[in-house]
């Protein structure tokens, strides 16, 4: 069964910081990826996708992730952290069989310093 | 476009009573539905999913079952409900595997 590891369940970043949150699966066939964001007693909303296009994906609020089969990762970057990207953020891999099953991780909370 | 609506968005219940919560897409059809359970501190995890009328499968077992009456309405329902049903509970409906999920703002369920 295909898994996602998230490394990390809190990350601290100060404003204007690269964010990175960490982001591993296991497939044996080549997976669609997903990233979500969680703000406080909200649903979750899509960032970014990951669906054997190119492998650098850019997603909303500037964030992006690349795919890397070699390293079974698909990690989320952004260049400059601002205050309002504190929220949850989690990893998602698909389970290619009936029903379209998102398998996800067990998120990470970015806090974000003045 | 498709919106997907969930409601109550809190609710306090009592050990012991039933619950309801209900989910409907606008705007497609045929739409995969799924049902997910966030307890505090924790992950998602699947409870329901459900491909076509009346065809739910169950990820978990539990004191939990769901159903879908109309092609874009998805139920949540308990017959007594327990303190470990607590939680924050989210809908949500997607097309195909590589399409992913459009969540709703989700319940906030307190047992006490």
């Known amino acids: 069964a295909q898994s996602v590891t998230q490394l990390g369940s809190h990350v601290s970043v100060s404003e204007g910081a690269l964010v990175l949150l960490r982001c591993n699966y296991s497939?044996?066939?080549?997976?669609?990826l997903f990233w979500y964001v969680q703000y406080p007693n909200q649903g979750l909303q899509l960032l970014l996708k990951?669906?054997?296009?190119?492998?650098l994906v850019k997603g909303i609020n500037g964030f992006e992730a690349e795919f890397k089969k070699s390293e079974t990762s698909f990690h989320l970057t952004k260049p400059s952290a601002h205050m309002s990207d504190a929220a949850e953020y989690f990893c998602?891999?698909?389970?290619?069989?009936?029903?379209?099953?998102?398998?996800f991780g067990q998120g990470t909370e970015l806090s974000v310093k003045p | 476009s498709q919106t997907i609506h969930q409601w109550p968005a809190t609710l306090v219940q009592p050990v012991g009573s039933p619950l309801s919560l209900e989910c409907t897409v606008e705007?497609?059809?045929?739409?995969?539905l799924y049902w997910y359970r966030q307890a505090a501190g924790r992950g998602l995890q699947l409870l329901f999913y459900?491909?076509?009328?009346?065809?739910i499968s169950s990820e978990v077992p539990q004191n939990l079952s769901a159903s879908r009456p109309q092609d874009r309405q998805f139920i949540l329902s308990s017959k007594k409900l327990l303190l470990s049903d607590s939680g924050f509970y989210l809908c949500?409906?997607?097309?195909?595997?590589?399409?992913?999920?459009?969540f709703g703002s989700g319940t906030r369920l307190t047992v006490v």
């Open positions: 949500a409906w997607s097309w195909t595997v590589n399409y992913g999920y459009t």
């Open positions: 497939s044996s066939v080549p997976p669609y």
């Open positions: 990951y669906t054997s296009a190119a492998t």
């Open positions: 998602a891999v698909s389970e290619n069989n009936q029903g379209g099953k998102l398998i």
């Open positions: 705007g497609t059809s045929n739409p995969n």
């Open positions: 459900s491909i076509g009328i009346d065809q």
